[in-house]
């Protein structure tokens, strides 16, 4: 048996969850096809077949975990016999090769060999799924059974998926209970996946973190408050670019281009896509491809090289709730700029109080690897990009 083992996916994570095998035991299959889904660091990611071949055997079931490194498929090797021809042979003499270049099979009669396979043969076509990767996740984890549901639409949501679920304790309660269980609870990957993030932080990072304010009626309404700080952040990185840099082996290593990793909420749990060489994409480019994250986010999951190579994050908690924070370095970045929740207060305007719209900031930054300086320098330029 020729044995493919999960490989790392670039997550840090030393194993993944089996979300939804899209072969089967027997199959016959081409390289880079796809074999199963797997959820790892808050990304449902596709693993492809690295050779083709017949699929011998699955070691893991749905909802399984796998380490990386460990068995996760099985390819028949070229050549060896099929398992019901070793059966049928045992014990016999071969067949002579004229009679099993005339029927294919090991043994028996033309008329048997095509029916069996007839039979063993996969369907050309496979049944139309009804919900997305994510969504069918999403149902196991909450314990919904989608069998014999229709989907309002093509297929069904998250939102469907939530409904039936919200529906299921309520006619729990209604039937009595022998005897109260406690909740057995296991950590999904994106949560297991934020729990070692923060654990590298606390360990390896010494932050630091510098807040402000700034008056944004030039422009407050008109445009993109995204785009603005995305704009703003791009600038503040150019002039000071040990910000936008990589700290790794105790070398601090500026990036050549800016990546900003931008923390998209959703259902699922929080995701950050990285939005790649800011500098070198428009605004209605930058604009499209933070809608297309966020509808990833919401329904299938985002591309694992969509959440790599960030150079510095940006966090807009600000569109929830909150003015000022603390927030979190993730290594081997130095930095991250947290937007707050833009509000009215009272500034100075020509020796005069006027009320204007204010836009809270905080930004945090390894001092391993910043000085003050810098950190201050690099905030000073976000408020002059903002006010204008």
Same mark, same amino acid.
């Given at each position: 048996?020729?044995?493919?083992?999960?490989?790392?996916?670039?997550?840090?994570?030393?194993?993944?969850?089996?979300?939804?095998?899209?072969?089967?035991?027997?199959?016959?299959?081409?390289?880079?096809?796809?074999?199963?889904?797997?959820?790892?660091?808050?990304?449902?990611?596709?693993?492809?077949?690295?050779?083709?071949?017949?699929?011998?055997?699955?070691?893991?079931?749905?909802?399984?975990?796998?380490?990386?490194?460990?068995?996760?498929?099985?390819?028949?090797?070229?050549?060896?016999?099929?398992?019901?021809?070793?059966?049928?042979?045992?014990?016999?003499?071969?067949?002579?090769?004229?009679?099993?270049?005339?029927?294919?099979?090991?043994?028996?009669?033309?008329?048997?060999?095509?029916?069996?396979?007839?039979?063993?043969?996969?369907?050309?076509?496979?049944?139309?799924?009804?919900?997305?990767?994510?969504?069918?996740?999403?149902?196991?984890?909450?314990?919904?059974?989608?069998?014999?549901?229709?989907?309002?639409?093509?297929?069904?949501?998250?939102?469907?998926?939530?409904?039936?679920?919200?529906?299921?304790?309520?006619?729990?309660?209604?039937?009595?209970?022998?005897?109260?269980?406690?909740?057995?609870?296991?950590?999904?990957?994106?949560?297991?996946?934020?729990?070692?993030?923060?654990?590298?932080?606390?360990?390896?990072?010494?932050?630091?973190?510098?807040?402000?304010?700034?008056?944004?009626?030039?422009?407050?309404?008109?445009? /993109? %408050?995204?785009? =603005?700080?995305?704009?703003?952040?791009?600038? $503040?990185?150019?002039?000071?670019?040990? &910000?936008? +840099? #990589?700290?790794?082996?105790?070398?601090?290593?500026?990036?050549?281009?800016?990546?900003?990793?931008?923390?998209?909420?959703?259902?699922?749990?929080?995701?950050?896509?990285?939005?790649?060489?800011?500098?070198?994409?428009?605004?209605?480019?930058?604009?499209?491809?933070?809608?297309?994250?966020?509808?990833?986010?919401?329904?299938?999951?985002?591309?694992?090289?969509?959440?790599?190579?960030?150079?510095?994050?940006?966090?807009?908690?600000?569109?929830?709730?909150?003015?000022?924070?603390?927030?979190?370095?993730?290594?081997?970045?130095?930095?991250?700029?947290?937007?707050?929740?833009?509000?009215?207060?009272?500034?100075?305007?020509?020796?005069?109080?006027?009320?204007?719209?204010?836009?809270?900031?905080?930004? /945090? %930054?390894?001092? =391993?690897?910043?000085?003050?300086?810098?950190? $201050?320098?690099?905030?000073?330029?976000? &408020?002059? +990009? #903002?006010?204008?």
């Amino acid at each position: 048996m020729k044995i493919f083992k999960l490989p790392d996916l670039g997550e840090g994570l030393p194993d993944a969850v089996v979300r939804e095998w899209h072969v089967q035991e027997g199959d016959h299959i081409a390289a880079h096809q796809s074999l199963v889904t797997v959820e790892t660091a808050k990304a449902l990611v596709e693993v492809p077949a690295p050779w083709g071949g017949t699929v011998e055997k699955l070691f893991a079931a749905a909802d399984e975990t796998v380490n990386v490194g460990e068995p996760l498929v099985g390819f028949k090797e070229a050549g060896a016999p099929e398992p019901e021809a070793e059966e049928e042979a045992g014990g016999r003499e071969p067949a002579p090769a004229v009679e099993r270049a005339d029927s294919g099979t090991v043994v028996g009669k033309i008329e048997q060999s095509g029916a069996v396979l007839g039979a063993e043969v996969a369907p050309s076509t496979t049944p139309r799924r009804l919900a997305t990767p994510a969504v069918r996740a999403l149902a196991r984890r909450l314990a919904v059974d989608l069998t014999g549901l229709q989907p309002r639409g093509e297929r069904f949501t998250a939102a469907e998926v939530r409904a039936v679920a919200q529906q299921a304790p309520a006619a729990k309660a209604a039937k009595p209970a022998d005897k109260a269980e406690p909740e057995k609870a296991q950590m999904s990957p994106a949560r297991r996946a934020m729990a070692l993030a923060m654990s590298r932080a606390r360990d390896q990072v010494a932050p630091m973190t510098l807040c402000d304010q700034v008056d944004i009626s030039a422009w407050w309404g008109k445009e /993109s %408050a995204t785009l =603005r700080l995305i704009r703003a952040l791009q600038q $503040a990185c150019a002039d000071e670019p040990n &910000l936008n +840099a #990589l700290y790794q082996d105790e070398q601090l290593r500026p990036a050549a281009s800016v990546n900003i990793g931008l923390a998209v909420d959703s259902p699922r749990g929080l995701f950050v896509p990285v939005l790649k060489d800011v500098a070198a994409r428009t605004d209605d480019e930058i604009l499209q491809q933070i809608e297309d994250y966020k509808e990833q986010a919401r329904n299938q999951g985002i591309a694992q090289q969509d959440l790599q190579d960030g150079t510095i994050l940006l966090s807009n908690f600000g569109a929830m709730a909150g003015r000022y924070a603390t927030p979190v370095v993730l290594p081997p970045t130095v930095a991250i700029v947290g937007a707050g929740r833009t509000f009215q207060g009272v500034v100075a305007v020509d020796d005069r109080p006027a009320v204007r719209p204010l836009l809270p900031l905080s930004v /945090s %930054a390894d001092h =391993r690897a910043v000085t003050g300086g810098e950190l $201050a320098r690099f905030l000073k330029s976000m &408020l002059q +990009a #903002l006010s204008r």
